[in-house]
Every structure is written in structure tokens, then in C-alpha cells.
């Protein structure tokens, strides 16, 4: 589980829960607009539920650029979802949260399938950092640390 905020031109990793301690410290890819599942969620502000992203047409549409690829990735990224997280009136994207599994099928686009509930947990962890955003925006408006330093 990756949590990206938007930061510029870029959707950088904030924070990562991963099977191994050790990864989660580690520097995790930046994504621009339109770049692989993260940058296209961005791109289209919308969900990307993967069933398999070793699918051909799967690479095609979710374009990961060379400098960004690792050699296990095929291995890792077998199942997707991405959840856009958005705040404020407008609705604006402030990031999303992705979670990747190494077994095909872990997430469906299917909502009317019982064994879909992973997508589920997913939304629901996009809301709840929605929250937390939203609230710390109002405690934390634009302008307030240019007051501070007066």
C-alpha cells in the first residue's frame, strides 16, 4: 500500500505499508502525469482496477517509462488498484492511494462481484485519507507559515 500526494508535477510517495519492513524505507517512484497506474489515475482523476497487468494491452495503456521500470516488477504489479483522493470544494486531486499484489485477480473492476471486496477496502482507505487531508488543510491553510515568520 503506497499513499502518493501531489507535489508539483509529480505524485510522490508519502507513506508505505509493504510485506517487508525495509522496502518501506526506501525511496519509492515518483509518477508524473500520465506515467504507469498511479500517473494514470491522476491523468484521468479516476480509479485503475487492474485484474492482470501482465496483459499486453495492459502495458500499452500504462506506460511506465524506461528509467522508472525494475526487473521484478512483472513479478510484484500482477494486480492493481489505484483510488484517487480528492479535497476541498472543488473536488481537487490531491493524490491517491495504491495497493499492488503479486497474484492476478486480487482486484476486479467488477463492483457486482462478491469476490471484488478488495477494491472495497481500497475506496475505503482513500476516504479516510481524504479526511485526514481535508482536515489538516483547514488547520494548516494557505499563508499560515508566511505568518508565522513575521
Not at 117 to 125: A, C, D, S
Not at 132 to 143: E, K, L, Q, T, Y
Amino acid at each position: 500500500i503506497s499513499i502518493f500526494r501531489v507535489e508539483g508535477d509529480e505524485l510522490r510517495r508519502a507513506v508505505a505499508l509493504r510485506p517487508d519492513p525495509l522496502e518501506e524505507r526506501r525511496d519509492g517512484r515518483s509518477w508524473k502525469r500520465g506515467e504507469g497506474f498511479a500517473g494514470m489515475a491522476w491523468l484521468r482523476s479516476a480509479e485503475v482496477i487492474i485484474a492482470d497487468c501482465n496483459l499486453p494491452e495492459v502495458a500499452a495503456a500504462y506506460v511506465v517509462p524506461e528509467v522508472k521500470r525494475a526487473n521484478t516488477d512483472h513479478q510484484r504489479y500482477r494486480s492493481m488498484a489505484v483510488v484517487p483522493i480528492r479535497v476541498g470544494p472543488a473536488d481537487e486531486f490531491w493524490g491517491a492511494v495504491a495497493v499492488s499484489s503479486d497474484r492476478i485477480g486480487r482486484f476486479k473492476p467488477d463492483p457486482g462481484n462478491q469476490r471484488t471486496k478488495n477494491v472495497e477496502t481500497v475506496r475505503l482507505i482513500a476516504r479516510t485519507v481524504e479526511l485526514i487531508a481535508a482536515g489538516f488543510d483547514r488547520c494548516n491553510p494557505p499563508g499560515l507559515a508566511e505568518l508565522g515568520s513575521m
